[in-house]
């Protein structure tokens, strides 16, 4: 399941809840836990995958100024007359 955080009106609360999950799963004070991310290859989730184990996958992000290189996985400058462009899903 991908989270489509782009249409969701209070992201924050999505993210701590996603944070509270994990806290009370590996019973952890949640003000000692903190995001990490990990931007996915190109098709390797897809809408009917099955959730991640711990976490969630979100999409719906954009990048102004820059594009993202699916073979180096890296930032890479943006072409001529393109404002902006969609990020892989993000886990």
């Given amino acids: ?3 489509w955080i782009s249409g969701i009106f209070f992201t924050q609360a999505m993210l701590t809840g996603a944070m509270q999950n994990f806290a009370r799963k590996y ?3 949640i003000d000692t836990i ?4 990990q931007f996915m290859k ?3 989730v897809e ?3 099955p959730k991640p ?3 969630i996958y979100i999409n719906g992000l954009f990048l102004e100024a820059a594009q993202w290189d699916n073979d180096k996985m890296e930032l890479a ?3 001529p007359k393109v404002l902006f462009y969609d ?3 993000i886990w």
């Fill in 1 to 3: 399941t991908i989270m």
């Fill in 27 to 29: 019973t952890k004070p």
């Fill in 34 to 37: 903190q995001f990490d991310f």
């Fill in 42 to 44: 190109k098709g390797a």
């Fill in 47 to 49: 809408k009917k995958s």
């Fill in 53 to 55: 184990s711990d976490g």
């Fill in 77 to 79: 400058e943006s072409s």
């Fill in 87 to 89: 990020t892989p899903v």
